[in-house]
């Protein structure tokens, strides 16, 4: 059963627009929230993070927004940039982010010119 | 940010050999550290947990006489897979985490493992 999931494997956005990927959870006990980007046989590189008090946190071009009762939330990148073709993970955690990560499927961005 | 390198990056073994990944943290001591595992065009799933000079905690259907796991040092972590088989081959990736790195997970680049 799939805690984090990721329904969109791929996603296509023309430069310069706003990209969101979507991202839903089921368990009611993860409390911290966290996106990556991967490049194929890399490890992931954190973008950004939200704690279940929060419902929405900004980091210059990343934003991310939680909604608990839906127990959904999304990343938005915007303007997004060529260097943004990546594939995105949201991971999810218990324990305030003590725990270790579950991660959902990815969404590959890729960004048309 | 903080930097965790894995090695070896690559690795290919036969089958019924053992094979050691070291995980080590460059710039910052890994209170705790973790080894997830990547099968083709699927999620990254957590194996297992080490905190440092304990034994580390392992998830659910992942065998620990298999995969041994070694946090000896605040900078290192090991993972030996055990009478490696061709099921086993997968891209394994460390992540560590500590004070320093405000307890977010700073992964390590992978390793390749194939078993012949």
């Known amino acids: 059963d799939q805690q984090v999931k990721q329904n969109s494997p791929s996603l296509s956005v023309q430069e310069g627009r706003i990209s969101i990927l979507n991202c839903d959870y089921t368990n009611s006990m993860f409390d911290y929230f966290l996106w990556y980007k991967k490049y194929p046989a890399e490890g992931p590189t954190f973008l950004i993070s939200?704690?279940?008090?929060?419902d929405k946190n900004e980091d210059g071009r990343f934003t991310v927004f939680l909604n608990k009762s839906a127990k959904h939330l999304s990343l938005h990148i915007v303007p997004s940039q060529p260097g943004d073709s990546a594939v995105y993970f949201c991971a999810a955690s218990e324990g305030g982010g003590a725990d270790g990560l579950t991660f959902g499927k990815g969404t590959h961005l890729i960004i048309q010119p | 940010g903080a930097v965790v390198s894995q090695h070896p990056s690559r690795v290919i073994c036969k089958s019924g050999t053992s094979v050691k990944i070291e995980c080590r943290s460059l710039?910052?001591?890994?209170?705790?550290m973790f080894w997830y595992r990547q099968f083709p065009k699927q999620s990254l799933m957590l194996m297992a947990t080490?905190?440092?000079?304990?034994?580390?905690?392992?998830e659910q259907g992942v065998e620990k006489d298999k995969f041994l796991i070694n946090h000896a040092s605040l900078t290192l972590s090991t993972l030996t897979v055990t009478s490696a088989h061709p099921e086993d081959s997968s891209f394994y990736i460390c992540s560590a985490r500590g004070l320093a790195t405000h307890n977010e997970q700073f992964f390590g680049p992978g390793t390749r493992l194939t078993v012949l």
């Open positions: 939200i704690s279940s008090i929060k």
């Open positions: 080490s905190n440092e000079g304990s034994k580390a905690t392992y």
């Open positions: 710039d910052f001591q890994a209170t705790t």
